[in-house]
Nanobody, 126 residues
Framework: QVQLVESGGGLVQAGDSLRLSCTAS????????LGWFRQAPGKGREFVAG????????YYSDSVKGRFTVSRDNAKNTVYLQMISLRPEDTAVYYC???????????????????WGQGTQVTVSS
């Protein structure tokens, strides 16, 4: 069983930066592909970023490409999402996710993702 806990969300102004963290309670963290999703009020959950087990590949949605960076530290069982130049439309609950021996990309059906965190709120004001 994998438990994921996000942190780092908050209330910021447009143009500010935030760094989200997600720590996994699991013995074999490197066996999992990781990703970030977000859900704005009244909307479905959408893909934001993904990273392979060894960080050899990263994936981003068009809406965040060039502004967000996903990284991981397997020694700390943690995946990060560095967000810069935040916009009001980035306001959402951000979730981290994990897949066993598989990658999370823009085309990954969410039904195939086994593990989800409970989310951290990011609010960007104008």
């Amino acid at each position: 069983q994998v438990q994921l806990v996000e942190s780092g969300g908050g209330l910021v102004q447009a143009g500010d930066s935030l760094r989200l963290s997600c720590t996994a309670s699991v013995r074999t963290f490197s066996h999992y592909g990781l990703g970030w999703f977000r859900q704005a009020p009244g909307k479905g959950r959408e893909f934001v970023a993904g990273i392979t087990w060894d960080a050899s590949y990263t994936y981003y949605s068009d809406s965040v490409k060039g502004r967000f960076t996903v990284s991981r530290d397997n020694a700390k069982n943690t995946v990060y999402l560095q967000m810069i130049s935040l916009r009001p439309e980035d306001t959402a609950v951000y979730y981290c996710a994990a897949r066993y021996f598989a990658t999370i990309t823009q085309g990954t059906p969410q039904s195939l993702i086994e593990y989800w965190g409970q989310g951290t709120q990011v609010t960007v004001s104008s």
